[in-house]
């Protein structure tokens, strides 16, 4: 029965309809066993069929303009003939029961539109399950021959670093405010980027100038992740619609110039096998959690190498060494 129903939800997918896709993706995101094992089967049938979009990773504060932006830029890109689709990791929506795609009132013209598809943070709890939600949400919605797929975040936690890790361009909107691309800086998340845009540079086009100044003067102090990318700066206004065109070229130019030094795909497959590592060490983890002489020894050990009376390589050994059994 499942098989037939997980077969006609992948032909759904393939042909590029919404529902089963949204189908599909409650499946994904469901932390029961039986669906996650049906996950699996059905990512499996759609991997073939992956790959063809445009990863896109789109971070900066609250406030700063993303959904703003996302909807020009997705209109932006509707308009041109592709189909795009917007996703969302905020580990912190999922503590909240708030999500920074789950007002309605965000990004209204383009969730109404049939060639997007708007889908807000999986309520999976850690940053580590929603990314590994979101990765393979991204997979489904590649099967079902979106052109771009955007990867929206706001800047808690680690949340940048696991957008970053799953796309093929990673985007910081930053405001034109003295000391914004300071608190980046100190954040790590402009090492991250590979392109910085200033938005709302219309309320004040000359502190928007200088902004990108300063933060140009910041990334040459930064060693450049690619000697064939130079991290470029553009000044924007999501509300007027102004710079979107220039920030679609950029990702192309982008693109192009990965794509000819062979970093493009080099990233993928790098991507690929670190998701593979986390998803190792997360199940080696709750093994070894899980493992009853473990779970007997962990307190009394933890309590020994507190008071001084074990050294903490010996503890780890002996937990370790009931993995072998
Ligand atoms: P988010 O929290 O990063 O998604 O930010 P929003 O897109 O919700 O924008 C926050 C506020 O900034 C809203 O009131 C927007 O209308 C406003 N905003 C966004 N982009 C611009 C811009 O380019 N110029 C101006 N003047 N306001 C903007």
Not at 170 to 185: E, H, R, S, V, Y
Not at 290 to 299: E, N, S, Y
Request: hydrophobic share 45%.
């Amino acid at each position: 029965m499942d098989r037939d129903v997980d077969r006609a939800l992948a032909d759904g997918v393939l042909a590029r309809r919404l529902r089963p896709l949204a189908k599909a993706i409650t499946l994904i995101e469901s932390q029961r066993a039986d669906h996650r094992a049906r996950a699996r089967q059905l990512l499996e049938a759609l991997l073939p069929h992956t790959g063809g979009a445009m990863r896109i990773g789109i971070s900066g504060v609250p406030g700063v303009g993303k959904s703003t932006f996302i909807e020009a830029f997705g209109l932006y890109l509707i308009e041109r003939g592709l189909r795009v689709a917007v996703l969302a990791v905020d580990p912190s929506s999922s503590l909240t029961g708030g999500s920074i795609l789950g007002d309605k009132t965000r990004m209204e013209l383009l969730s109404r539109h049939p060639s997007a598809f708007i889908r807000p943070t999986p309520s999976a709890g850690s940053l580590g399950g929603v990314a590994e939600k979101t990765r393979e949400v991204m997979l489904a919605c590649e099967a079902a021959g979106f052109d771009v797929i955007v990867v929206e975040t706001v800047g808690v936690g680690q949340s940048e670093t696991a957008v970053a890790g799953m796309t093929d361009i990673f985007c910081l909107l930053q405001l034109p405010n003295a000391g914004d691309d300071l608190q980046a800086i100190k954040k790590g998340v402009v090492e991250l980027a590979d392109l910085i845009a200033i938005n709302k540079a219309d309320i004040n086009p000359a502190a928007a100038l200088a902004a990108r100044a300063q933060m140009k003067t910041a990334l040459h102090m930064l060693r450049p992740a690619s000697p064939n990318w130079t991290v470029p700066v553009l000044a924007i206004s999501a509300l007027q619609k102004d710079g979107v065109a220039e920030f679609w070229e950029t990702v192309c130019q982008y693109r192009e110039a990965m794509t000819a030094s062979g970093e493009f795909a080099a990233r993928r497959r790098h991507q690929a096998t670190a998701w593979m590592w986390e998803l190792i060490d997360a199940g080696l983890r709750q093994r070894f959690r899980q493992h009853p002489r473990v779970m007997a020894d962990l307190p009394g050990l933890l309590a020994a190498v507190e008071a001084g009376r074990a050294t903490p390589s010996a503890a780890a050994l002996a937990l370790l060494a009931y993995l072998k059994g």
